[in-house]
């Protein structure tokens, strides 16, 4: 095998795990509706897809203890023993989603057990995004980490593919009452069962030469003091990440409960516009990724994060002005071309900065907290924005609000001190060289 193809299949078996973990992980929220209807009956069909979409967040709670501890034993274990704990993990988070009954079947039970499978899901999550971010860094030359590092998100994508493409499916098939019974389960079913698949291909995968030849923590205890010695570093890269996990979840996640729930759309209508977004984030990623390994990050990172602030809140009340299939699309996907613009160039550039014995720790806690505080709750936030002031634009204060965050510290960052990169390079604002 060519050294080429066997890199690709080194990609592709890391990032392979991670489409699985998230599409369990946003298949949640695609038939939120539904799982609301089954487990979390409320008053009213508002404070009934709260509580569903509340529980989607709650799984945040989780996360930062995730990307500590699972994080800590792949800085102290190696990358490839780290992936395969989450994927296996994941696999138990969801099983006990699938299959608990309704909440007509066992009571208070019903919810219980599956804000249980989210924290597990979320305890997961905590670091294989990262762990996966880092892996394919590591794996990568300095021009190409960019264009590397992209697939980690265009595996998310692939899997919102796999989501939306089934929520297609079975929403042509399905009457609304079958969906409503039984339809919403199948999603999750049909991620149990790849999981074998996906372990065989995640148990090949090698170790990276810059783990073995770096200098490793040896405790969780040790990783906590180093990490604490970089806050700095780590504030900056949180505060950066913030608008890449919004932004993520507000198109590939939020988009087809917005189009049913705020608009009023046929159903069947927004998971075609979710897929057509998952494709459009597929294909980008990569092309942005590999954009900025040539005329660097930070150009794509502010222009991003700019026309979000510009034009997230007028293109979301030209919308609300005349919903249609046709308005939705347009908005979701230019939305998505930001989106994918901003993570083709933040991924690799936060995998060069962050210290080299604690990478997947800091990485996982950075991606932690930017969707504790604001990117899992995007959903909820928004339904809460909209029920609460009656505009169904608003949510788009909300992506402004976050991409302002975020590119208040990327100037910030930008302006501090060169930081060092996998390969002991200076990164500047460009390029890199050795110092």
């Not at 092309?287 to 293109?315: E, H, K, N, Q």
């Not at 909820?380 to 609460?388: D, N, V």
Request: aromatic share 10%; proline share 5%.
């Amino acid at each position: 095998m060519s050294g080429r193809r066997k890199q690709i299949g080194t990609v592709i078996r890391a990032a392979g795990g991670n489409f699985l973990e998230l599409y369990d992980y946003l298949v949640y929220v695609y038939f939120a509706g539904y799982i609301a209807h089954a487990c979390f009956p409320a008053r009213n069909q508002v404070t009934s897809l709260m509580l569903a979409l509340g529980t989607y967040g709650v799984a945040s709670i989780a996360r930062p203890f995730g990307a500590i501890i699972l994080g800590s034993y792949m800085d102290r274990a190696g990358r490839r023993k780290g992936l395969l704990l989450t994927l296996s993990l994941m696999a138990v988070g969801t099983v006990s989603v699938a299959v608990t009954p309704s909440y007509a079947a066992i009571g208070l039970v019903a919810p219980l057990i599956i804000t249980a499978g989210r924290l597990v899901q979320g305890f997961s999550l905590g670091v294989e995004a990262g762990g996966v971010n880092v892996y394919l860094a590591e794996i990568a030359t300095p021009g190409t980490r960019g264009f590397y590092c992209s697939w980690q998100g265009a595996s998310q994508a692939l899997g919102v593919i796999a989501a939306t493409a089934l929520g297609v499916l079975l929403t042509a098939i399905l009457s609304s009452q079958q969906m409503a019974d039984w339809g919403w389960r199948v999603p999750l079913l049909a991620g149990c069962a790849i999981v074998p698949i996906l372990f065989w291909l995640r148990r090949s995968l090698p170790e990276t030469a810059v783990f073995e030849r770096s200098v490793h923590v040896r405790s969780t205890a040790e990783v906590v003091v180093e990490l604490s010695r970089h806050w700095p570093l780590l504030l900056g890269a949180c505060a950066m990440t913030i608008l890449n996990t919004t932004a993520f979840y507000f198109v590939n996640g939020y988009t087809p409960t917005y189009g049913s729930s705020a608009l009023h759309l046929a159903p069947l209508g927004n998971f075609e516009v979710g897929l057509a977004l998952a494709v459009t984030s597929f294909v980008l990623l990569p092309v942005f990724g590999a954009t900025s390994d040539r005329i660097g990050r930070w150009p794509i990172l502010f222009g991003s994060a700019l026309l979000v602030v510009a034009t997230a809140y007028p293109a979301l009340s030209w919308l609300v002005a005349a919903p249609g299939f046709g308005r939705l699309l347009a908005v979701e996907i230019w939305l998505a071309i930001l989106y994918a613009a901003y993570a083709g160039a933040l991924v690799p550039l936060i995998a060069e900065t962050m210290p080299e014995k604690v990478r997947s720790s800091g990485y996982a806690i950075i991606l932690s907290l930017a969707n504790g505080i604001f990117g899992s709750f995007t959903p909820a936030i928004a339904t809460l924005l909209i029920a609460s002031s009656g505009n169904r634009a608003s949510p788009a204060l909300w992506l402004s609000l976050t991409a302002a965050i975020s590119l208040t510290a990327a100037v910030w960052t930008w302006k501090s001190a060169a930081k060092v990169s996998l390969y002991g390079a200076v990164v500047t604002g460009q390029t890199e060289a050795t110092p």
